[in-house]
């Protein structure tokens, strides 16, 4: 089975500089993708970033960024330049890739508030 | 293209009663996951489907809950009867291909038991 911790409940951030937010994980399989989504207040979930067991760069999409570290099992997301609309809920979340279908295992979530 | 689209939006009804939700998935995405969030917990998976096939349905809580997917097209997700503990946000997600990254969810909805 798979887990995800997210260890940050909620944290405040200051308009215009960086968050890391942190998300360990566990499972025995050698195959298996992160990912983060955010749930803005409206309630969608929107994927931001993906990375894979095997990519060997840390993964990147413009202002978030992933630090990966596989021997720790652990899968920080960083958001450089916060700004207010990054105010949400935000998701560590894994899938482990088998043939049956990728169903997603969700950490509990991090709230961030960007203060202007 | 219209994105997943989750009705209601909310519902609330009383222990014991039955409530279907409805899921719309992106047109042409064969694969559609339902989740859900219990207050205070993790999302957690429910089931998933294969066109109109049940493809895993290992996160199904109980009996009470009876997901369809007719025609490989709209879902819908049966819960009957309503206990209190089934109240969260209900996640419904589609793809088209098998890699978790395309899964594009819907806005939920939200089901309260009183």
């Known amino acids: 089975a798979q887990k995800i911790t997210q260890t940050q409940p909620g944290m405040f951030v200051q308009e215009k500089e960086a968050v890391t937010l942190d998300c360990t994980y566990d499972?025995?399989?050698?195959?298996?993708?992160l990912f983060w989504y955010k749930q803005p207040s409206s309630g969608e979930m929107i994927f931001l970033i993906y990375?894979?067991?095997?990519?060997?760069q840390n993964a990147t999409e413009g202002r978030y960024s992933l630090n990966f570290q596989k021997a720790r099992k652990s899968a920080n997301l960083v958001i450089s330049a916060s700004q207010l609309g990054d105010s949400a809920m935000y998701f560590c979340a894994m899938s482990v890739f088998k043939a049956a279908g990728n169903k997603l295992t969700f950490g509990g979530g991090t709230r961030v508030l960007v203060k202007p | 293209e219209a994105g997943v689209t989750q009705f209601p939006s909310h519902s609330v009804i009383e222990k014991g009663q039955t409530v279907t939700l409805r899921c719309d998935p992106i047109s042409g995405h064969d694969n559609l996951y339902w989740y859900r969030r219990v207050m205070g917990k993790e999302i957690k998976f429910l089931l998933h489907f294969v066109k109109e096939s049940k493809q895993d349905e290992s996160g199904m809580p109980n009996n009470r809950f009876l997901a369809e997917r007719t025609g490989g097209t709209y879902s819908t997700l049966k819960v009957q009867p309503a206990e209190l503990e089934d109240s969260g946000v209900y996640f419904c997600a589609s793809s088209q291909g098998v890699l978790p990254y395309e899964q594009y969810f819907g806005p939920g909805t939200r089901l309260t038991v009183t």
């Open positions: 499972t025995s399989d050698q195959s298996y993708g």
């Open positions: 990375q894979g067991s095997y990519d060997e």
